[in-house]
Protein backbone atom coordinates (compact mmCIF):
# COMPACT_ATOMS: atom_id res chain seq x y z
CA UNK A 1 0.00 0.00 0.00
CA UNK A 2 1.08 3.49 -0.56
CA UNK A 3 2.13 6.01 1.74
CA UNK A 4 -1.18 7.84 1.63
CA UNK A 5 -4.20 6.40 3.29
CA UNK A 6 -6.83 4.13 1.44
CA UNK A 7 -9.94 6.59 0.46
CA UNK A 8 -11.44 3.13 -1.03
CA UNK A 9 -14.68 1.56 0.18
CA UNK A 10 -15.34 -2.10 0.43
CA UNK A 11 -18.35 -1.38 -2.03
CA UNK A 12 -15.50 0.05 -4.75
CA UNK A 13 -13.85 -3.33 -4.24
CA UNK A 14 -17.11 -5.26 -4.46
CA UNK A 15 -17.73 -3.32 -7.79
CA UNK A 16 -14.42 -3.81 -9.22
CA UNK A 17 -14.96 -7.62 -8.39
CA UNK A 18 -18.51 -7.83 -9.92
CA UNK A 19 -17.54 -5.80 -12.79
CA UNK A 20 -19.64 -2.93 -12.32
CA UNK A 21 -16.40 -0.53 -12.26
CA UNK A 22 -15.65 0.40 -15.66
CA UNK A 23 -13.86 2.87 -17.76
CA UNK A 24 -11.19 4.99 -16.08
CA UNK A 25 -12.56 4.32 -12.58
CA UNK A 26 -11.84 0.59 -13.00
CA UNK A 27 -8.34 1.09 -14.56
CA UNK A 28 -7.90 3.40 -11.54
CA UNK A 29 -8.95 0.10 -9.10
CA UNK A 30 -6.51 -2.21 -11.02
CA UNK A 31 -4.03 -0.14 -9.96
CA UNK A 32 -5.21 0.59 -6.69
CA UNK A 33 -5.33 -3.49 -5.96
CA UNK A 34 -1.55 -4.05 -7.13
CA UNK A 35 -0.41 -1.58 -4.27
CA UNK A 36 -3.23 -2.26 -1.49
CA UNK A 37 -2.50 -5.07 0.18
CA UNK A 38 -5.81 -4.88 2.12
CA UNK A 39 -7.69 -4.10 -0.88
CA UNK A 40 -6.11 -6.95 -2.60
CA UNK A 41 -6.60 -9.06 -0.09
CA UNK A 42 -10.31 -8.10 0.07
CA UNK A 43 -10.56 -8.14 -3.52
CA UNK A 44 -9.60 -11.84 -3.69
CA UNK A 45 -12.35 -13.06 -0.47
CA UNK A 46 -14.91 -10.85 -2.75
CA UNK A 47 -13.90 -13.27 -5.53
CA UNK A 48 -13.97 -16.50 -3.77
CA UNK A 49 -17.48 -15.95 -2.42
CA UNK A 50 -18.62 -14.66 -5.93
CA UNK A 51 -17.04 -18.29 -7.45
CA UNK A 52 -18.92 -20.00 -4.20
CA UNK A 53 -21.98 -18.20 -4.99
CA UNK A 54 -21.87 -19.06 -8.73
CA UNK A 55 -21.45 -22.39 -7.73
CA UNK A 56 -24.35 -22.88 -6.02
CA UNK A 57 -26.64 -21.02 -8.64
CA UNK A 58 -25.72 -23.64 -11.18
CA UNK A 59 -26.44 -26.18 -9.06
CA UNK A 60 -22.49 -27.21 -8.01
CA UNK A 61 -23.00 -27.79 -4.36
CA UNK A 62 -22.48 -30.11 -1.57
CA UNK A 63 -25.15 -29.91 1.22
CA UNK A 64 -25.05 -31.48 4.50
CA UNK A 65 -26.87 -31.57 7.63
CA UNK A 66 -26.38 -33.13 11.21
CA UNK A 67 -28.90 -34.39 13.49
CA UNK A 68 -29.55 -36.95 16.38
CA UNK A 69 -30.10 -40.49 15.84
CA UNK A 70 -30.83 -43.71 18.40
CA UNK A 71 -26.79 -44.46 16.70
CA UNK A 72 -25.83 -40.94 17.99
CA UNK A 73 -25.71 -37.76 16.06
CA UNK A 74 -25.69 -38.97 11.81
CA UNK A 75 -24.64 -36.45 9.07
CA UNK A 76 -25.57 -36.39 5.93
CA UNK A 77 -24.62 -35.26 2.63
CA UNK A 78 -26.28 -34.78 -1.11
CA UNK A 79 -25.53 -32.91 -4.12
CA UNK A 80 -28.34 -32.14 -6.81
CA UNK A 81 -28.15 -35.17 -8.05
CA UNK A 82 -29.22 -37.01 -4.64
CA UNK A 83 -27.41 -38.31 -1.44
CA UNK A 84 -23.99 -38.74 -1.68
CA UNK A 85 -23.22 -39.92 2.25
CA UNK A 86 -24.52 -40.61 5.34
CA UNK A 87 -22.64 -41.77 8.49
CA UNK A 88 -22.71 -41.98 12.47
CA UNK A 89 -19.19 -42.69 12.65
CA UNK A 90 -17.59 -41.28 15.78
CA UNK A 91 -16.28 -37.91 14.43
CA UNK A 92 -17.00 -34.63 14.29
CA UNK A 93 -18.51 -32.06 12.34
CA UNK A 94 -15.29 -30.66 10.78
CA UNK A 95 -13.55 -33.53 10.08
CA UNK A 96 -16.93 -35.20 7.97
CA UNK A 97 -17.01 -31.47 6.12
CA UNK A 98 -12.94 -31.80 5.46
CA UNK A 99 -13.70 -35.53 3.90
CA UNK A 100 -16.24 -34.07 1.63
CA UNK A 101 -14.11 -31.10 0.37
CA UNK A 102 -11.15 -33.92 -0.32
CA UNK A 103 -13.58 -35.50 -2.66
CA UNK A 104 -15.63 -32.69 -3.93
CA UNK A 105 -12.70 -30.13 -4.38
CA UNK A 106 -14.34 -27.86 -6.59
CA UNK A 107 -17.71 -27.92 -5.36
CA UNK A 108 -18.38 -25.55 -1.81
CA UNK A 109 -19.72 -27.81 0.95
CA UNK A 110 -22.48 -25.91 2.65
CA UNK A 111 -24.29 -26.52 5.89
CA UNK A 112 -28.26 -26.69 5.22
CA UNK A 113 -31.14 -26.55 7.18
CA UNK A 114 -33.68 -27.13 4.84
CA UNK A 115 -32.70 -29.19 1.55
CA UNK A 116 -31.79 -32.22 3.45
CA UNK A 117 -34.83 -32.31 5.86
CA UNK A 118 -36.89 -34.69 3.79
CA UNK A 119 -33.89 -36.67 4.37
CA UNK A 120 -33.90 -36.53 7.71
CA UNK A 121 -37.91 -36.73 8.52
CA UNK A 122 -37.55 -40.60 6.45
CA UNK A 123 -34.63 -41.44 8.43
CA UNK A 124 -36.36 -40.69 11.58
CA UNK A 125 -39.88 -42.56 10.78
CA UNK A 126 -37.43 -45.84 9.71
CA UNK A 127 -35.88 -45.82 13.15
CA UNK A 128 -39.11 -45.21 15.19
CA UNK A 129 -40.65 -48.70 12.41
CA UNK A 130 -43.24 -46.19 10.59
CA UNK A 131 -41.09 -46.30 7.34
CA UNK A 132 -40.23 -49.32 5.21
CA UNK A 133 -39.03 -48.14 2.04
CA UNK A 134 -36.51 -44.77 1.47
CA UNK A 135 -37.98 -42.19 -1.22
CA UNK A 136 -34.31 -40.68 -1.58
CA UNK A 137 -32.55 -39.94 -4.59
CA UNK A 138 -28.70 -41.43 -4.89
CA UNK A 139 -25.95 -40.18 -6.26
CA UNK A 140 -22.99 -43.05 -6.48
CA UNK A 141 -20.61 -41.56 -9.05
CA UNK A 142 -17.96 -41.14 -7.13
CA UNK A 143 -17.79 -45.17 -6.57
CA UNK A 144 -16.31 -47.50 -9.00
CA UNK A 145 -18.33 -49.34 -11.65
CA UNK A 146 -18.40 -52.79 -9.87
CA UNK A 147 -19.08 -51.16 -7.02
CA UNK A 148 -22.06 -49.17 -8.00
CA UNK A 149 -23.63 -52.59 -9.35
CA UNK A 150 -22.85 -54.31 -6.33
CA UNK A 151 -25.01 -51.09 -4.48
CA UNK A 152 -27.70 -51.31 -6.90
CA UNK A 153 -27.90 -54.88 -6.15
CA UNK A 154 -27.81 -54.46 -2.74
CA UNK A 155 -30.25 -51.51 -2.92
CA UNK A 156 -33.36 -53.52 -4.27
CA UNK A 157 -33.38 -55.13 -1.40
CA UNK A 158 -36.65 -55.03 0.47
CA UNK A 159 -37.41 -54.19 4.51
CA UNK A 160 -36.88 -57.19 6.73
CA UNK A 161 -35.68 -59.02 3.37
CA UNK A 162 -31.75 -60.58 3.43
CA UNK A 163 -29.48 -61.90 0.94
CA UNK A 164 -25.67 -63.35 1.18
CA UNK A 165 -22.82 -61.99 -0.14
CA UNK A 166 -22.95 -65.25 -2.71
CA UNK A 167 -26.39 -64.10 -3.67
CA UNK A 168 -25.58 -60.27 -4.54
CA UNK A 169 -22.61 -61.34 -6.35
CA UNK A 170 -24.49 -63.22 -8.37
CA UNK A 171 -27.21 -60.90 -8.98
CA UNK A 172 -24.08 -58.78 -10.65
CA UNK A 173 -23.24 -61.60 -12.65
CA UNK A 174 -20.01 -62.35 -10.54
CA UNK A 175 -20.94 -65.21 -9.01
CA UNK A 176 -17.08 -66.02 -7.62
CA UNK A 177 -16.92 -62.50 -6.07
CA UNK A 178 -18.40 -62.89 -3.10
CA UNK A 179 -15.52 -61.39 -1.24
CA UNK A 180 -15.34 -58.33 -3.32
CA UNK A 181 -18.69 -57.81 -3.11
CA UNK A 182 -17.88 -57.91 0.99
CA UNK A 183 -15.03 -55.45 0.65
CA UNK A 184 -17.76 -52.89 -2.02
CA UNK A 185 -20.24 -52.84 0.41
CA UNK A 186 -17.75 -52.52 3.80
CA UNK A 187 -17.08 -48.89 1.88
CA UNK A 188 -20.97 -47.99 1.61
CA UNK A 189 -20.91 -44.59 1.46
CA UNK A 190 -25.15 -45.21 2.13
CA UNK A 191 -25.45 -47.27 4.95
CA UNK A 192 -29.15 -47.85 6.36
CA UNK A 193 -30.52 -46.36 3.13
CA UNK A 194 -28.54 -48.91 1.07
CA UNK A 195 -29.17 -51.46 3.42
CA UNK A 196 -26.01 -53.76 2.99
CA UNK A 197 -27.05 -54.52 6.67
CA UNK A 198 -29.52 -56.83 5.12
CA UNK A 199 -26.50 -58.70 3.53
CA UNK A 200 -25.04 -61.72 5.75
CA UNK A 201 -22.61 -64.59 5.38
CA UNK A 202 -23.37 -67.79 3.64
CA UNK A 203 -22.81 -69.56 6.99
CA UNK A 204 -26.47 -67.76 8.44
CA UNK A 205 -23.66 -65.07 10.38
CA UNK A 206 -24.17 -61.78 9.67
CA UNK A 207 -20.78 -60.43 9.03
CA UNK A 208 -18.99 -57.25 9.52
CA UNK A 209 -20.73 -53.67 9.18
CA UNK A 210 -19.63 -50.06 9.57
CA UNK A 211 -19.08 -49.00 13.21
CA UNK A 212 -19.32 -52.41 14.51
CA UNK A 213 -21.85 -55.86 14.27
CA UNK A 214 -24.03 -54.40 16.89
CA UNK A 215 -25.41 -51.51 14.89
CA UNK A 216 -26.16 -54.69 12.18
CA UNK A 217 -28.28 -56.55 14.51
CA UNK A 218 -30.14 -53.20 15.66
CA UNK A 219 -31.38 -52.88 12.18
CA UNK A 220 -32.57 -56.36 11.56
CA UNK A 221 -34.27 -56.54 14.37
CA UNK A 222 -35.78 -53.24 13.98
CA UNK A 223 -36.88 -54.70 10.63
CA UNK A 224 -38.29 -57.85 12.13
CA UNK A 225 -35.13 -60.52 11.64
CA UNK A 226 -34.75 -61.45 15.20
CA UNK A 227 -34.51 -65.26 14.30
CA UNK A 228 -30.93 -64.20 12.75
CA UNK A 229 -29.64 -62.72 15.94
CA UNK A 230 -27.68 -65.26 18.89
CA UNK A 231 -29.42 -62.69 21.88
CA UNK A 232 -32.63 -61.96 22.33
CA UNK A 233 -32.61 -58.25 21.97
CA UNK A 234 -30.44 -55.91 19.78
CA UNK A 235 -27.28 -54.85 21.42
CA UNK A 236 -28.75 -51.01 21.00
CA UNK A 237 -32.30 -51.47 21.76
CA UNK A 238 -33.81 -49.25 18.72
CA UNK A 239 -36.88 -51.38 19.42
Known amino acids: MTGTRCTYRDEDVLAWVL?????ARGDELTLHLAECRPCRERAEDYCALDRSAGACREGAVIRWRAFETPF???RIAASRKGLVRLTWRPLDDDAFVGG???RYRKA????DCDYLAPVEEQLREYFDARRTRFDIPLDLDGVTDFQRHVLTATAGLGFGEVATYTDIARRIGRPRASRAVGNALGRNPLAIVIPCHRVVRSDGSLGGYTGG?????ALLALEGRRDLLDED???????
Open 19 to 23: GDAAG
Open 72 to 74: GRM
Open 100 to 102: LEE
Open 108 to 111: PVVC
Open 213 to 217: PEYKE
Open 233 to 239: EPALGLV
